[in-house]
C-alpha cells in the first residue's frame, strides 16, 4: 500500500504532548482500515454487534479520538474520492490478496491454528461502503471535522497541509510527501505494542514524523526527482522497474539527473509515466471544506454505538468525558509558525 521510504527518510520520535493545539489531517481509509485490522478477537474475528455488524472500526474512532483529543490535538478526517483509473490494477491485486486471504483464514479457524488464522485475517481486511458511512456518521457525532476528497484522500490532506490549515498529514503511507506534505505523521493510531505478522514477537511502535523540506535536504534532490525515484520502484499507480529499491532508485536518479535519462540509460520504456507523475504533482483538490471543531452529540452517540450496535454505555460515556473539553482552534484558521517542531 503505497511506497516505501523507510531507507531514505529520517524519522522524528513524538510525544503526544508535543501534538498539543496542533490540527492533523488524517487519511480516513488509512485509519479505518488500521482499526479493522487490528481490533479483532483471539482467532482474527473482526468486533460485531448482535446482529453481525462489523464494529471494530467504530470502537477504534471513539477510543483513539478521545485519547487524541484529551491530549489536546484536533482531528481531521479526509474520505477518498474517486480513483484514478491507473490505479485499477492495484486495487484489482487488492482485491485477490484479501480473498485468497479470508480463504486461508477460514481454513486456519478450521484446523484450531489461532495465530495464523489472525495474521491471515488482518490480511483479509476490507473497507465497505457501509463501514464508511457508518464511520462518518460517528465522527459527525463526535464533532470531528471531516473532508470529502475529490479524488486521493492523501492529496487532499497534503494541499490543506501546504496551505498551513493543518500541522501535519497523517497516515501510514508515504505518498503524502509526494504530494507535498510538509509533514508527515505516523503511527498516530499505532502508538504502543504491536504484534509481528507472521511471529510471536512484539516491537514498540513509536509515533514519528517526517519532514519533506529534510528529506529533500538530506538527500540533495528535489520533489520531482523524489517522485521519480518511487515511479522507478512502483507506486499505487504504475508497477516499476523490476529490482530497483529506494536506494537503487536514488543513486540512478542522482547518476542521470531525471526520470527519462534513467530510463534510456536502462534501455526500458513507461508510456504512463508523465501521467502518473501528473497525478502527484497537480493533483485534484478541493478548497470546499470547513475545519469548524463541533462539541460532541452524546444522545447521538449513545442512540448509535449502544443502542444500534451493543457498545457498553460506560465505556461509551467515559470516551465522550474525554472529549468534554477542546483547546480553542487558530482565531484565523491557519497553524502558527509557532507550533512548527
Known sequence: MGVNLSDLVTFHEMEPAQLGGKTVAIDAYNAIYQFLSVIRQPDGTPLKDDQGRVTSHLAGLLNRNANLIEMGMRPVYVFDGLPSRLKAATIQERHERRAKAQQEWHEAVKAGDTEAAYSKATQSTKITNDIVASSRILLVHLGIPIVQAPGEGEAQAAYMAQKGDVWA???????SLLFGAPRLLKNLTLAGRRKMPGRNEYRDVKMEMVELEEVLRTLDISREQLIDICILMGTDFNEGIRGIGPKKGLKLIKEHGDFQTVMAALDKEMPEYEQVRDIFLHFEHTDNYSLDVKPPEPDHVIEMLVKEHDFT???????????GKRPEPPVSGKQSRLDMF
Request: negative net charge; aromatic residues 6%; without cysteine.
Open 313 to 323: 454505555e460506560a465505556r461509551v460515556r467515559s470516551a465522550l468525558d474525554k472529549m
Open 169 to 175: 498529514a497523517s497516515s501510514q503511507d508515504f505518498d
